[in-house]
């Protein structure tokens, strides 16, 4: 299997950093072909404007939708997109690995789903006919609250239901969405019980 690891955190010693090996060096074990995308360190650009586009279809009015169709038949993406866009092509699974800031993705990683996930490479958005069929998804990702405040019946609500839009999105680009790995409120636990985390990640991963 091929697996790109989209991942989404500043720090480098961060929790998240920790999944993120943990899934490198578990996939790579298990004889799957790994990449990651980190989008802080490669200072991913989070936000789609002009400058995505090396040609435009109408240099006189900007409409995102058109240009990226555009971008999709003529190759023209800005090199960043493109390299993400080949990643994205060569993955079977895509994972993305990311701490829950404001009940979403960080604004990076919305940024990179905006930019990569085109009109045109992962769904067209004229037909809605899905481009991504027969790839899946996986949302690892840390919180801050605990599990109990993302049950049902929890102050903040069913975290399945909180993830709606990020299955909404990969679903409309045909993609499968498994579900969610979650680590709660990784910074109230011991050293020993984020140790369990990462060694239910990567049994999680086995199982894949
Ligand atoms: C802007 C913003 C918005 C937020 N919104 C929300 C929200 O809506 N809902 C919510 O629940 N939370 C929210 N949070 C909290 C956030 O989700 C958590 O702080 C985050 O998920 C914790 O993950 P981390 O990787 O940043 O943890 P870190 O703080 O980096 O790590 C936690 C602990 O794990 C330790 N650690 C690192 N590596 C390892 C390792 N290999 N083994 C064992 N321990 C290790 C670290 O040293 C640290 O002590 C928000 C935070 C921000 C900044």
Known sequence: MNVLIVYAHPNPRS????MREAAVDTL???GHAVQVSDLYAMHFKATLDEHDFKERQNPNFFDPTNEQYHAAMRGSFADDIAKEIEKVDWANLVIFQFPLWWQS???ILKGWCDRVLANGIAVNFATYDPLLSGKKA???FTTG????MYAPDGPV???NVLLTFARNMFRTAGIEVLPPFVAYGVRSLSSDEREVE??????RLLSL
């Open 157 to 159: 609500g069913d975290i």
């Open 145 to 148: 609250g605990g599990a109990a």
């Open 198 to 203: 990462l060694q239910r990640y990567r049994e």
């Open 28 to 30: 790579t074990e298990a």
């Open 138 to 140: 996986l949302l690892a």
């Open 15 to 18: 929790f998240n950093a920790a």
């Open 105 to 107: 993705f960080p604004a």
